[in-house]
């Protein structure tokens, strides 16, 4: 499944959609997915990045903090300084923008940026008994087209993985029914979230640069798991 932004870094386009309004679909999605989990066979290159994290893990018994769908890494970075007790891993499936993140300079050598399918790091992830302190997914895909659902995180099989990984879990968008509906796939998992429109006085993803500057708001969802 493909999460990488429809609009370019140089397109900060407002959300076109022709969804009104939460998924009718959503609930019905998120039962079946927590039923029934993924049981497809792993990626043979997320495989070696998960070993490849695991190996750079080692013992450590510290806060980790996953930054999901990081793009260039500058939001991993960010986050790994303002975190320097924790280990920081970002996971982006775009070599591309992978290759970018060393024009972000770390405070401290505490984050991990890798290139992984995020559907199957996850999973592995929750196979391995990892707990997240904390976990971002910053403007993810929204798939805006209501027939593309299925493709939005909180919709797909993914959505079972990133529960079970704990911590508390952040979640960042310019299209504000994409937020409403994490938050509703949430509750139907019996869990609470807390939603909101997001500002700050510092941008921390090109993207959310981007959209700002074009006056579009950010919201969020923020749930304990």
């Given amino acids: 499944m493909s999460n990488i932004n429809p609009m370019s870094e140089g397109n900060s386009r407002h959300i076109d959609s022709n969804q009104i309004g939460v998924h009718e ?5 998120v039962n079946r997915h927590l039923r029934h989990p993924s049981q497809r066979p792993f990626t043979e290159h997320t495989v070696q990045a998960f070993a ?3 190996a750079w893990l080692g013992d450590w ?4 903090i996953l930054d999901a769908c990081c793009g260039v890494g500058e939001s991993t970075t960010h986050i790994a300084n303002l975190h320097p007790e924790a280990k920081v891993i970002g996971v982006d499936k775009s ?3 992978i290759d970018k993140h060393e024009h972000y300079s770390l405070e401290q050598n505490n984050a991990l940026i890798l290139r ?4 199957d790091f996850w999973r592995l992830a929750v196979q391995a008994n990892w707990r997240l302190t904390k976990h971002f997914l910053l403007y993810p895909n929204p798939y805006p087209k209501s027939a593309h659902v299925q493709r939005r995180w909180h919709a797909s099989p993914a959505f079972a993985e990133i ?13 504000q029914i994409y937020i409403q509906e994490f938050a509703l796939a949430l509750q139907v998992a019996g869990l609470s979230a807390q939603v909101n429109q997001y500002q700050n006085e510092q941008a921390i993803t090109p993207f959310e640069r981007k ?13 304990q798991l």
Wanted: charged share 15%.
């Fill in 25 to 29: 679909k959503l609930p019905a999605l």
């Fill in 52 to 54: 490849q994290a695991q």
């Fill in 61 to 64: 018994q510290g806060p980790l």
């Fill in 95 to 97: 070599a591309h923008r």
């Fill in 116 to 119: 992984a399918d995020l559907n």
């Fill in 163 to 175: 529960i079970k990984l704990g911590g508390q879990l952040e979640v960042r968008s310019n299209w």
């Fill in 211 to 223: 959209y700002w500057a074009s006056g579009q708001p950010s919201w969020q969802v923020i749930a």
